[in-house]
């Protein structure tokens, strides 16, 4: 039997089209007794203190969500679980990041200045306790066996029944067709949402799981569930993210496009051919997306391509291309960590400089996108070649290319631009770089040494 919907005050999920999220590992973004962090794999000291004394950079920065790492406690076998994935008790909170109340005065601090807060959640696996594979005697809401899938291991990642029914990295699968176990964790996400006012989930592991237990939570969680459904394919992660089930998902096969394109220099049509696919599919569902090119996940950016002007062309668009935009910790100041756990380094190596290059940059994308509220709009591709690729939303033209810093001048007239003839428009990233929209409504783009361009008319801020 599925329990009653929430009635605990949270947003409407559509109006998340007008957030913007900013992600952090709490362990490692600020703290009260953060340490030096020469173990990568161990807890370095953040804590909800250290974030709430941050809140200002982030929404200095342009950001008014924040994704933050689970809270919830873990299990026995832990030590090295700053990142959170590996619950417990589902209704404990993790000591390492401070107490309950601590939790709740970030929410509140949160939302004093206008920042959502997002969870994230975990229904695919609890952690290890110290007694092996078999021993659940320490996950507090799932002590008995019975409440797993066979002790399997993921070897074939194209097998969804492999996916789905075996542990994903030795961890306790949890068996979510078991009455108990799916019942336990619908209550978990009602109560979880009404005791700390959350605005949002982050959901893990989703195409780990059965459909079934996703329409299940959809009717007792209303609120905005952006998925994590880790596959390049548009078309299967439209089989999660619908009406009856989750509500979005990151925008992972735009991400591998980014890659291909600006980051390795492919063919543009790269991004035209997932635009197009994915407007296809999800149609107005497309604004709900979560745009991302770096996460706790996957390399950073500049670790796989240390090109200033590609890193920027990828910011743009995230920041501009019809979705949510989603931006790690750290991307602002240049991180460049490699794969997990380098990709995590504590915030405090590099600091909160609200005056570097990127940080200046990206809040200027933000304070567009804030003032021009184009969050709304349809996205309409203008122009594409193999090396640079256009489009505009709303009063807004967006102008790529893939050519890197070490590239010269490229010119292209990009039509039907979203001005009216001879209107004077100007770049929001470069001063004083302003040009008359055409008699016949089409602009002469010049992008110098693989920059990228944003164009708004004249005084339009």
Same mark, same amino acid.
């Given at each position: 039997?599925?329990?009653?919907?929430?009635?605990?005050?949270?947003?409407?999920?559509?109006?998340?089209?007008?957030?913007?999220?900013?992600?952090?590992?709490?362990?490692?973004?600020?703290?009260?007794?953060?340490?030096?962090?020469?173990?990568?794999?161990?807890?370095?000291?953040?804590?909800?203190?250290?974030?709430?004394?941050?809140?200002?950079?982030?929404?200095?920065?342009? !950001?008014?969500?924040?994704?933050?790492?689970?809270?919830?406690?873990?299990?026995?076998?832990?030590?090295?679980?700053?990142?959170?994935?590996?619950?417990?008790?589902?209704?404990?909170?993790?000591?390492?990041?401070?107490?309950?109340?601590?939790?709740?005065?970030?929410?509140?601090?949160?939302?004093?200045?206008?920042?959502?807060?997002?969870?994230?959640?975990?229904?695919?696996?609890?952690?290890?306790?110290?007694?092996?594979?078999?021993?659940?005697?320490?996950?507090?809401?799932?002590?008995?066996?019975?409440? !797993?899938?066979?002790?399997?291991?993921?070897?074939?990642?194209?097998?969804?029944?492999?996916?789905? !029914?075996?542990?994903?990295?030795?961890?306790?699968?949890?068996?979510?067709?078991?009455?108990?176990?799916?019942?336990?964790?619908?209550?978990?996400?009602?109560?979880?949402?009404?005791?700390?006012?959350?605005?949002?989930?982050?959901?893990?592991?989703?195409?780990?799981?059965?459909?079934?237990?996703?329409?299940?939570?959809?009717?007792?969680?209303?609120?905005?569930?952006?998925?994590?459904?880790?596959?390049?394919?548009?078309?299967?992660?439209?089989?999660?993210?619908?009406?009856?089930?989750?509500?979005?998902?990151?925008?992972?096969?735009?991400?591998?496009?980014?890659?291909?394109?600006?980051?390795?220099?492919?063919?543009?049509?790269?991004?035209?051919?997932?635009?197009?696919?994915?407007?296809?599919?999800?149609?107005?569902?497309?604004?709900?997306?979560?745009?991302?090119?770096?996460?706790?996940?996957?390399?950073?950016?500049?670790?796989?391509?240390?090109?200033?002007?590609?890193?920027?062309?990828?910011?743009?668009?995230?920041?501009?291309?019809?979705?949510?935009?989603?931006?790690?910790?750290?991307?602002?100041?240049?991180?460049?960590?490699?794969?997990?756990?380098?990709?995590?380094?504590?915030?405090?190596?590099?600091?909160?400089?609200?005056?570097?290059?990127?940080?200046?940059?990206?809040?200027?994308?933000?304070?567009?996108?804030?003032?021009?509220?184009?969050?709304?709009?349809?996205?309409?591709?203008?122009?594409?070649?193999?090396?640079?690729?256009?489009?505009?939303?709303?009063?807004?033209?967006?102008?790529?290319?893939?050519?890197?810093?070490?590239?010269?001048?490229?010119?292209?007239?990009?039509?039907?631009?979203?001005?009216?003839?001879?209107?004077?428009?100007?770049?929001?990233?470069?001063?004083?770089?302003?040009?008359?929209?055409?008699?016949?409504?089409?602009?002469?783009?010049?992008?110098?040494?693989?920059?990228?361009?944003?164009?708004?008319?004249?005084?339009?801020?």
């Amino acid at each position: 039997m599925l329990l009653a919907v929430s009635s605990f005050a949270f947003p409407n999920p559509l109006e998340f089209r007008s957030r913007r999220i900013y992600q952090v590992l709490t362990d490692r973004f600020a703290g009260t007794n953060q340490n030096n962090c020469n173990d990568l794999y161990s807890y370095c000291g953040g804590d909800y203190i250290g974030l709430i004394s941050k809140l200002d950079y982030i929404r200095n920065l342009g !950001y008014n969500a924040i994704w933050i790492s689970p809270t919830v406690e873990q299990a026995q076998n832990s030590n090295n679980a700053y990142h959170g994935y590996w619950f417990s008790n589902f209704y404990g909170t993790n000591p390492h990041f401070g107490s309950v109340q601590d939790l709740k005065n970030l929410i509140y601090e949160a939302h004093q200045r206008d920042i959502w807060v997002i969870a994230d959640v975990v229904y695919n696996h609890v952690g290890n306790c110290y007694g092996g594979p078999f021993d659940y005697s320490c996950i507090t809401t799932f002590p008995q066996s019975e409440y !797993y899938h066979d002790n399997c291991d993921v070897q074939d990642w194209n097998n969804q029944e492999q996916v789905r !029914y075996c542990r994903l990295a030795g961890l306790p699968d949890l068996n979510q067709d078991h009455p108990f176990v799916r019942s336990e964790l619908l209550k978990w996400s009602v109560w979880y949402q009404k005791e700390f006012g959350f605005d949002g989930f982050r959901t893990d592991t989703v195409k780990h799981i059965d459909h079934s237990f996703w329409r299940d939570l959809r009717k007792v969680t209303p609120w905005f569930n952006i998925g994590e459904v880790f596959d390049g394919s548009n078309q299967f992660l439209k089989s999660y993210t619908n009406e009856q089930e989750l509500q979005t998902s990151f925008n992972y096969p735009l991400y591998y496009a980014i890659q291909s394109t600006i980051s390795n220099g492919n063919s543009m049509y790269g991004l035209s051919n997932i635009f197009f696919e994915a407007q296809q599919l999800f149609g107005d569902a497309a604004k709900d997306l979560g745009l991302f090119i770096d996460n706790h996940d996957n390399p950073r950016f500049l670790n796989q391509h240390s090109d200033l002007r590609r890193y920027e062309n990828a910011l743009v668009l995230i920041h501009t291309w019809i979705g949510i935009p989603v931006l790690y910790y750290g991307s602002e100041q240049d991180m460049n960590g490699g794969n997990d756990p380098d990709n995590r380094h504590p915030m405090w190596w590099v600091g909160f400089n609200q005056n570097s290059q990127r940080y200046l940059f990206i809040k200027n994308l933000n304070d567009v996108r804030s003032k021009i509220k184009f969050e709304d709009s349809e996205q309409r591709e203008l122009y594409v070649t193999d090396n640079f690729y256009s489009f505009a939303r709303s009063n807004i033209l967006v102008a790529l290319t893939n050519q890197g810093q070490n590239s010269g001048q490229i010119h292209y007239r990009v039509p039907n631009s979203p001005f009216e003839a001879n209107t004077r428009i100007c770049n929001i990233i470069a001063e004083r770089d302003c040009i008359n929209v055409n008699p016949d409504n089409s602009v002469d783009i010049y992008l110098n040494q693989g920059e990228a361009k944003v164009f708004i008319r004249e005084n339009a801020l």
